[in-house]
Structures are given as C-alpha cells and as structure tokens.
C-alpha cells in the first residue's frame, strides 16, 4: 500500500538532501524488519510543504523511517497512485 508523508520545511531546503534522508530512513526501518520502501519526494517550496511517498504495510512502519531520517510527519495516510 502507499502511504504519503506531509511535513512542512523552509523554502531554502533542497529535495536531494531530504529524499536521501527519507530512502534511508526506510532502508533503516526495512533493516530493523518493516516492509517499506521510499518511492518519491515532493516539495513545494512556496508552501514550504514536502511530501514523501512510500510503500509500506502500514502508516506506523512509514512514521518509523521518519524518525529514523530525522524527519517529523504531520500526517500520514494511504495514497493512491496512477501511472
């Protein structure tokens, strides 16, 4: 299932930087035993908003990568995508 991350960060923060912290916060969390993977970052600079999309068994194992990014979500809630 998807799960998509929302977090807010200042304007100046650049996307490379938080979708590594992000691919290896879920790397961490699948290590440890979670089935996630990190799919894709969003960020919309002007609203200071970010999204991260992730592919996960549940919104606990997507709030375990997060902190072990260093990152705090606001919310977490499954997603649908279309390719």
């Given at each position: 299932?998807?799960?998509?991350?929302?977090?807010?960060?200042?304007?100046?923060?650049?996307?490379?930087?938080?979708?590594?912290?992000?691919?290896?916060?879920?790397?961490?969390?699948?290590?440890?035993?979670?089935d996630i993977r990190f799919v894709q970052a969003?960020?919309?600079?002007?609203?200071?908003?970010?999204?991260?999309?992730?592919r996960a068994r549940s919104a606990h194992e997507?709030?375990?990568?997060?902190?072990?990014?260093?990152?705090?979500?606001?919310?977490?809630?499954?997603?649908v995508s279309i390719p």
């Amino acid at each position: 299932m998807l799960y998509l991350a929302e977090f807010y960060l200042a304007e100046d923060t650049g996307l490379e930087g938080i979708a590594l912290r992000a691919r290896e916060g879920a790397t961490g969390a699948a290590g440890a035993g979670a089935d996630i993977r990190f799919v894709q970052a969003i960020f919309v600079p002007q609203d200071e908003s970010c999204f991260a999309i992730f592919r996960a068994r549940s919104a606990h194992e997507v709030a375990a990568a997060g902190r072990l990014a260093g990152l705090v979500f606001d919310r977490i809630v499954p997603a649908v995508s279309i390719p």
